[in-house]
């Protein structure tokens, strides 16, 4: 079932602003409870051919029934298509999702068989090939989507100072409910 229910989402992410008013609930500051329109089918499937990746179904249907973030874990969920709105400042996120879009990355082969926790230190940005930034926690810690390899699909953190490189969640859905769960 790879199907989103946009109403169902939508509603809950109100309820959620609702109960946080001021903002407080950490990164509704950035991502502030807006949840963008869905992507077109063309846009997504232009996206994957000029990568050369097929998305994983449940993420893909996510961006073309729901929408395309911010509304999401952490600091929200990046777009797929388009950078986040200038925001005034420089972020590391900004360069992160830039460096997503070069040629070959996201179709390179994920480079770890197994979870790698602990600090792994420079260069981070090498185990990171073949997935997909989701989404920002700050101080370098981002949830990033296996595109392919035995691991496609799972969502994993990136934290080189002190957590490694380790699975999550084991799926997109699995990782947006768990948000859209959280009290």
């Known amino acids: ?60 249907s996510f961006v073309a029934e ?5 509304a999401g874990p952490c600091h929200g969920l990046m777009p797929l298509t388009v950078p986040r709105p200038e925001a005034g400042e420089e972020w590391a996120v900004d360069d992160e999702w830039e460096q997503d879009r070069l040629p070959g990355r996201l179709a390179a082969p994920f480079p770890l068989p197994e979870p790698r926790p602990g600090p792994i230190g420079p260069p981070a940005d090498a185990l990171s090939l073949g997935t997909l930034m989701l989404a920002e926690h700050g101080c370098g810690v981002f949830d990033r989507l296996v595109l392919n390899g035995p691991r496609a699909g799972e969502v994993w953190q990136i934290d080189p ?12 859905r699995a990782w947006y409910a768990d948000w859209l769960a959280s009290p």
Do not use: K, Q
Request: proline share 9%; net charge negative.
């Open 1 to 60: 079932m790879d199907s989103w229910d946009e109403g169902g989402v939508r509603a809950r992410i109100r309820e959620m602003a609702a109960r946080d008013p001021g903002l407080e609930r950490f990164g509704a500051d950035t991502h502030r409870y807006e949840l963008g329109p869905a992507l077109p089918e063309a846009e997504i499937r232009a996206f994957e051919e000029t990568h050369g990746i097929a998305l994983p179904a449940d993420y893909r």
């Open 161 to 172: 100072d002190w957590g490694g490189f380790v699975p999550v969640r084991p799926d997109f």
């Open 66 to 70: 729901v929408g395309n973030g911010p």
